[in-house]
């Protein structure tokens, strides 16, 4: 992508509305804009950073087990009052009439949703265990909306709904999506800590939520200190194996027992006191296992194995993609901007040309821009005429992890600069090597 073609409309001075880092940069590096309270569109450089941590949701939901589908964001109010939802649910929930004055809403969940979709084409034990996802927004009137895409009301969310005969089958289920969040976290180089959660208006008796420690946080952390170090399952653990995953869960709630618990101050105050970590945190993630809140009033039911019919045993299990990368920005940037994970950069490299208009750098920026898009590599080229402070500043800002630098003395000998946005290491190497690096 050529920096003159593409549309990232870059802020020079902070934005007075931001409170926190992550929306001030999203803002400045031209990321998001608010179109109304707690509404945003994502410009292009977000929207690359958003589709990159929706795809590595997906690739693990996918390893998982789970099956990706789409359900719509209206959805009518008659399914929420089978569930008994409806009155419940109070003013977070947006509601619409239509045309015919049917009253619908802006989905901010999907329980009911899958349940009706499960219940209408699932009849046997044999089609279970079933993990139904989609990543889709969501709308929830959010009384204090803040933080630009940290607390929206528009949102989007991964949410994942299992189905099971059985309490057992459904734990393994549950220890699933617990696994596949570790690793999703860690994919998206975020320390993401699960603590054991209150179910609140969901319901149900088994919850854990991610939270990534941040002292803009709006979630409290209370647990041992050693609880943020852990290992974390290798690609390629065995899914189907129950005894495997529940050792992997069990770490948890055996090691950590009464030093995870988030609502607990007595389990708290029983960690010697050296050893506390009370610290705020993001909740980027939050799974549950409801049993059959909702597949008895709905009548979602399959034959079991003894021939009778029996109300599937659920969970669901949300990740928030449109928090997690103010979350990310959060946990990864310096005075000078973002500096992304790899695995979620916008672009893998940034091409600087320091002389626009220059043969020698025009042709060298041009040589080192084909050949690593031709190698597959996400380049952006700063061909621009402004001026190079400028440059630098928004390489910066917008935090690609490398910058290939072609000034017209270096380029003069046949060499470039790469620097490391992170380390800000610079090196200077011959053309070559500097498309090897990347290439190889
Ligand atoms: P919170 O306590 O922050 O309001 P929640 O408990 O209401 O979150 P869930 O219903 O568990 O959230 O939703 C699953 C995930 O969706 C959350 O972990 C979060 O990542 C994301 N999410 C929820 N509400 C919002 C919001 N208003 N803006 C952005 N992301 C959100
Ligand atoms: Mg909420």
């Not at 959805?75 to 619908?104: C, F, V």
């Not at 993990?131 to 895409?149: A, C, M, S, V």
């Not at 059959?292 to 109300?311: I, N, R, W």
């Not at 470039?416 to 380390?423: F, I, P, S, Y």
């Amino acid at each position: 992508m050529r920096l003159s073609r593409f549309f990232i409309p870059i802020l020079k001075e902070n934005p007075k509305e931001a409170e926190i880092v992550s929306h001030r940069l999203m803002l400045r590096a031209g990321m998001i804009r608010q179109q109304s309270q707690g509404i945003y569109s994502w410009l292009p450089l977000g929207k690359k950073v958003l589709d990159k941590v929706n795809n590595i949701i997906r690739e693990e939901q996918n390893r998982a087990g789970a099956i990706e589908l789409s359900m719509p964001t209206l959805q009518s109010a008659e399914l929420w009052q089978e569930s008994g939802r409806y009155d419940a649910y109070g003013k977070e929930m947006l509601r619409i009439k239509d045309r015919q004055d049917r009253p619908m809403l802006y989905g901010p969940t999907n329980e009911e949703m899958i349940t009706d979709i499960f219940r209408s084409s699932v009849k046997s034990y044999k089609d279970l265990p079933l993990n139904l996802y989609h990543i889709q927004l969501k709308f929830r009137d959010e009384i204090r909306p803040r933080f630009g895409t940290m607390r929206s009301r528009e949102f989007m969310m991964k949410d994942a709904y299992s189905f099971d005969l059985t309490r057992e089958g459904a734990e393994h289920s549950y220890n699933k999506m617990f696994t596949a969040y570790l690793r999703t976290f860690d994919r998206l180089g975020l320390r993401a800590i699960p603590m054991r959660a209150d179910t609140g208006p969901i319901g149900g008796n088994l919850s854990h939520e991610f939270i990534i420690l941040a002292d803009t946080g709006e979630s409290e952390v209370f647990c041992h200190k050693d609880f943020v170090n852990f290992d974390i399952p290798v690609e390629n653990t065995d899914f189907d194996s129950v005894d495997g995953l529940k050792s992997i869960f069990d770490k948890w709630t055996s090691l950590y027992a009464a030093t995870s618990e988030m609502h607990d101050e007595a389990a708290f105050n029983a960690i010697p006191e050296g050893e506390r970590l009370s610290a705020r945190g993001i909740e980027v993630g939050h799974i549950f296992y409801f049993g059959t809140k909702y597949s008895e009033p709905m009548g979602a039911k399959v034959q079991g194995p003894d021939g009778k019919e029996h109300f599937v045993h659920m969970g669901s299990y949300g990740i928030g993609p449109t928090r997690l990368v103010p979350a990310i920005i959060e946990a990864s940037h310096d005075e000078n901007g973002i500096i992304w994970p790899e695995s979620v950069a916008p672009f893998d490299v940034v091409v600087i040309n320091m002389k626009a208009g220059d043969e020698a750098c025009d042709g060298t920026c041009e040589l080192i821009y084909a050949a690593l898009t031709k190698a597959g590599k996400d380049v952006l080229y700063d061909d621009t005429d402004d001026r190079a402070g400028t440059k630098f500043a928004t390489a910066d800002l917008i935090g690609v992890p490398y910058q290939i630098i072609a000034g017209p003395r270096a380029v003069a000998n046949g060499e470039v600069e790469v620097k490391d946005r992170k380390t800000g290491a610079r090196e200077t190497m011959t053309i070559e090597a500097a498309i090897n690096r990347f290439v190889a």
